[in-house]
């Protein structure tokens, strides 16, 4: 099964690479290796969806964030990801979102963009490789200043973790919702933010994003806003990754120095003491992007 993964995340990767240039399959089984009878296969076998439905998905998405973002003209977008013309792309954009693209690009709203898939995870079977190449350090603690900001997002007070979350909501939904209101996300605290809140002497799990504390714009179907005050954090984290074969290490060093740190007496010099937690006010957030930041955890504290 992880040899299957490892051939539909090579397809994943292409499709993205070559999404302008209307893929099609048998260019990728070429480029794969196996035959496109195989390669359809596997796909629906490992993904759940058909390669056809998922070309078409993450190509209406690679259309909407460019309606969103850029005045290109919405027939040279049309022809650009393999349309025939406007009124095609139109007939399809209506299908999946209940709107024209022009309507989209005068108003953007919440709409539940196709995100690319992930097939390959820590958790597979996988071999390790020469741990001389491992690029698996120490967990370090830094301050950082958060001003005053709103999130939207779900919180999911029967979840404790990021895994636990998913088993209450669909990921797939959630994300690509996430995805169409990254222009109004906050530069603070960005898209796909996560992280832990306090419920009933315990912690639950959030997920969503940050936006600007003057943002008075729609909130998705199933989201909430909250609004929470400026405060300094420690973050706790570890640079850049592996993901595959590095991730569940690098998650466990930084929440183990994150769960156990005293902030009122700590013995990291650039670090001073006599603060306490600030998360009766704040929440812990979580920045996991494992090949460019690394892993950070954001506990609030305050004086």
């Not at 491992?134 to 830094?142: G, P």
């Not at 029967?158 to 995805?179: L, Q, S």
Request: with cysteine; charged share 25%; proline share 6%.
């Amino acid at each position: 099964m992880y040899e299957w993964k490892v051939s539909i995340q090579k397809m994943i990767d292409w499709i993205e690479d070559n999404i302008e240039n209307n893929p099609i399959l048998p260019e990728m089984s070429r480029q794969i290796g196996y035959s496109p009878c195989y390669c359809s296969y596997l796909f629906h076998q490992v993904s759940g969806m058909t390669l056809k439905s998922y070309i078409a998905g993450r190509k209406l998405c690679f259309i909407t964030i460019a309606l969103r973002d850029t005045k290109e003209r919405i027939l040279d977008i049309a022809l650009r990801y393999g349309f025939s013309s406007q009124e095609a792309l139109t007939r399809a954009f209506v299908r999946a979102y209940g709107c024209t693209p022009l309507t989209y690009r005068k108003k953007p709203k919440p709409v539940k963009l196709s995100i690319k898939q992930c097939v390959l995870f820590p958790w597979d079977n996988i071999k390790q490789g020469d741990d001389s190449m491992s690029n698996l350090k120490e967990a370090n603690v830094r301050f950082e200043y958060l001003p005053a900001h709103k999130y939207i997002g779900i919180w999911e007070p029967r979840a404790k973790n990021y895994g636990d979350f998913w088993e209450y909501h669909n990921c797939d939904e959630v994300c690509g919702i996430i995805d169409s209101m990254r222009h109004v996300a906050s530069e603070v605290v960005g898209c796909h933010m996560a992280g832990w809140f306090n419920v009933d002497k315990g912690k639950g799990y959030f997920y969503g994003f940050g936006v600007p504390v003057d943002y008075n714009g729609e909130i998705p179907e199933g989201f909430e806003v909250r609004e929470f005050p400026s405060s300094n954090y420690l973050v706790f984290y570890h640079p850049q990754f592996d993901f595959v074969s590095e991730n569940c290490d690098v998650m466990s060093r930084v929440e183990d120095m994150a769960w156990n740190f005293n902030p009122k007496e700590n013995d990291k010099w650039w670090i001073p003491n006599g603060y306490q937690w600030n998360d009766d006010v704040c929440q812990t957030y979580q920045r996991h992007f494992p090949e460019v930041l690394g892993y950070e955890v954001l506990r609030p504290v305050k004086k």
